[in-house]
C-alpha cells in the first residue's frame, strides 16, 4: 500500500498559489503567501484529529462540547525553506512543539546532506508533519522522514506547496506509510531538478538571497 496523496485545490489556496508563482511576486508577498497557505493546509491536514467530549458551563447552562483530544504533535520544517511553514502552522496549533532539521541539496549531484537535526526529546509519543514548500526529487524529503524515523518516530505526514510527480513518487516508494499533502501537483521536472512550471527557489524567494 502507497502513503495517499492529497491535493488541496479550494480556491483560495489555487488563487494564492498563483500569485507566489508569478516572477515578478517579491520577497514580502512571497513569505505572506506561504504563510497563508500553511494555514490553510494545517486546517485540512487537521481534520482528523481525535475530539473529546468536555463538560463546560455557558452563560446559559451546563453544556457537554468537543475539544482536541490532548494528541500530542510535531511540526518539523526541512530547513531553510521549511522555515517559511512554520508560523503558519503555529497559528492553527499554537502548542505543538517543532523539531528542526536542515537538508541542503547539492545543485550538482541533486543529493540532499544533513547538517543539522533538533526534535523534541519525546520522538516516540508525537504524530508528526514535515514541511517543505517543495518536493522535487523527494530526495531532501525522503532524508528528512528517514532522520525521524531513525529517531523513533512512528507517525508521519509531509506537507508541501508544490510537488513534482518524480518527488512524489520516491516519497511514496521509500516511505508507503506516509501521506502526502500538497498545495498544487505540478507537471515535472527540469534538467536542474527545478519543478516545472514551480516557483523557483523557494528558499531564495523566501528569505531574499541570491
Ligand atoms: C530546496 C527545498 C527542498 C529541496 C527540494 O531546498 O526547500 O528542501 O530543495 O528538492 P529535492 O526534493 O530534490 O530534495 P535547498 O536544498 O535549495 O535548500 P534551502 O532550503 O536551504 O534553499
Ligand atoms: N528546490 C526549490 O526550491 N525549487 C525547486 O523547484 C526545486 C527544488
Do not use: W
Not at 502507497?2 to 513569505?31: A, N, S, W
Amino acid at each position: 500500500m502507497m502513503g495517499k496523496v492529497h491535493v488541496y485545490d479550494h480556491p483560495l489556496i489555487q488563487h494564492k498559489m498563483t500569485i507566489m508563482r508569478k516572477v515578478e511576486t517579491g520577497t514580502k508577498q512571497f513569505r505572506e503567501l506561504v504563510d497563508e497557505v500553511s494555514s490553510l493546509m494545517a486546517y485540512e491536514i487537521t481534520r482528523d484529529l481525535p475530539l473529546t467530549d468536555v463538560e463546560i458551563e455557558t452563560p446559559v447552562s451546563v453544556s457537554t462540547q468537543k475539544m482536541i483530544a490532548g494528541k500530542k504533535l510535531g511540526i518539523v520544517p526541512i530547513l531553510r525553506a521549511g522555515l517559511g511553514m512554520v508560523d503558519g502552522f503555529l497559528k492553527m496549533m499554537p502548542n505543538v512543539k517543532v523539531g528542526h532539521i536542515g537538508l541542503y541539496r547539492d545543485p550538482e549531484t541533486l543529493e540532499p546532506h544533513e547538517y543539522y537535526l533538533k526534535l523534541p526529546t519525546d520522538v516516540t509519543e508525537r504524530d508528526f508533519i514535515v514541511v517543505d514548500p517543495m518536493l522535487a526529487t523527494g530526495g531532501s524529503a525522503a532524508d528528512a522522514i528517514a532522520a525521524l524515523k531513525k529517531h523513533g518516530a512512528k507517525s508521519i505526514k509531509l506537507a508541501c506547496l508544490c510537488a513534482a510527480p518524480e518527488g512524489v513518487e520516491r516519497v511514496q516508494a521509500e516511505h508507503p506509510d506516509v501521506e502526502i499533502y500538497l498545495a498544487a501537483l505540478d507537471e515535472k521536472l527540469n534538467d536542474h531538478g527545478y519543478i516545472v512550471p514551480g516557483l523557483g527557489d523557494a528558499g531564495d524567494r523566501l528569505f531574499g538571497t541570491k
